[in-house]
């Protein structure tokens, strides 16, 4: 066959090709379908890293709804809507989980030993059970650590710079947090390694919280060390009862502080989730996250409220104020 007449073959043979089944070759690529798993109980409460997410997604071009589909779920702090949110997430096959907390990755690991899961904020990996090793996760987990423990002793070497008649310490956390008794135990060795005596608050509700902070404030403890998704979650209420009952209170999460803490020292926490959204990159792009090392903080973040301070008549050292990340005024 000549040239000429093979590319004229081949022309009528495009031309007389179905319109439908032209389309259908050319949108045959699959869009993603990634499920979020917060800890929350809506957007609202979880805008401040939502929106992080989001960016986090679009600045490695993918826009939802368009080349990707993000299906947030929010479980308000329930361990029985975890449950639901992971096996729904598991039965509809989406390409990714992308899990907040230690208690969504478990439920998520629980529900499913194939989909790939990435964790955002999680204590200790290893020890949670989620990943064999930081260096080879080896299971269908990965993401990051947040060595949360590993730094009480700093945070409360800081806290006592700007409190330095600590000596009791009330440590609230929820129970349901499978860190909670991690962070417990971490800040009790650093309390006790400072000769400050410390006393155990669990709270699961709202009501608890104000309940709890009426309570050390009557048996004058002189600060509160915070732990536990659910105090993330009621920052607003925390800081308020913080400043109406005039007890300095210490979290290790930077974005609580506005809202009426006084301290906070920890993990960058946005900057965990901008990385969170790189794993989920990778994944999508055919990494195994078996073989995706777990990411250990590379930053820890002073946050100071000088506001705070001054209602509680506290003056911040002139060292930690040229120290701290963020001063809010």
């Keep these: ?22 389309a259908q070759q050319t949108h045959t690529k699959k869009i993603p379908r990634v499920g979020v798993l917060w800890h929350a109980a809506n957007a609202e409460q979880e805008d401040v ?18 080349n990707i589909l993000l299906e947030h779920r929010f479980p308000a702090e329930q361990p029985d809507r975890f449950r639901a949110f992971a096996r729904e997430f598991a039965e509809s096959k989406v390409d990714v989980i992308l899990a907040v907390t230690t208690l969504g990755a478990k439920e998520a690991k629980q529900a499913t030993n194939t989909i790939p899961i990435v964790v955002v904020l999680d204590g200790d990996p290893v020890a949670n059970g989620l990943v064999e090793s930081l260096a ?36 609230m956390v929820d129970p349901r947090d499978p860190g909670g008794p991690r962070m417990r135990a971490g800040y ?12 155990y608050f669990g709270v699961t509700t709202p009501d608890e919280i104000e ?26 209420l925390i800081g308020a009862s913080a400043l109406k009952h005039r007890v300095p209170t210490l979290s290790l999460i930077g974005e609580m502080v506005p809202h009426g803490l006084l301290l906070s020292y920890g993990q960058d926490f946005p900057d965990f989730f901008r990385r969170s959204v790189g794993y989920v990159d990778k ?19 002073l946050v100071i409220n000088s506001k705070m301070a001054k209602a509680l008549g506290i003056t911040i050292p002139q060292s930690l104020l040229i120290t701290a990340d963020e001063v809010v005024e």
Excluded: C
Excluded at 49 to 66: C, E, I, N, P, Q
């Design 136 to 171: 080879r996760p080896g299971g269908n987990v990965t993401g990051l650590s947040l060595m949360s423990v590993d730094v009480s002793g700093k945070r409360l070497a800081l806290f006592r710079e700007l409190v330095p008649n600590l000596s009791r310490l009330a440590i």
């Design 49 to 66: 890293y939502l929106r992080v997410v989001t960016k986090a997604f679009a600045d490695l071009g993918y826009v939802d709804g368009k």
């Design 283 to 301: 994944i999508l792009r055919g990494a195994n996250p078996a073989d995706l090392p777990v990411e250990q903080p590379t930053h820890f973040k």
């Design 1 to 22: 066959m000549r040239r000429r007449d093979f590319i004229i073959l081949f022309g009528s043979a495009v031309t007389a090709w179905p319109p439908a089944a032209l």
């Design 211 to 236: 309940q709890a902070f009426s309570t050390i404030s009557r048996d004058s403890f002189d600060g509160v060390a915070l732990a536990g998704p659910l105090l993330f979650n009621e920052r607003v």
């Design 188 to 199: 009790e060795r650093a309390a006790k390694a400072a000769t400050v005596s410390t006393q």
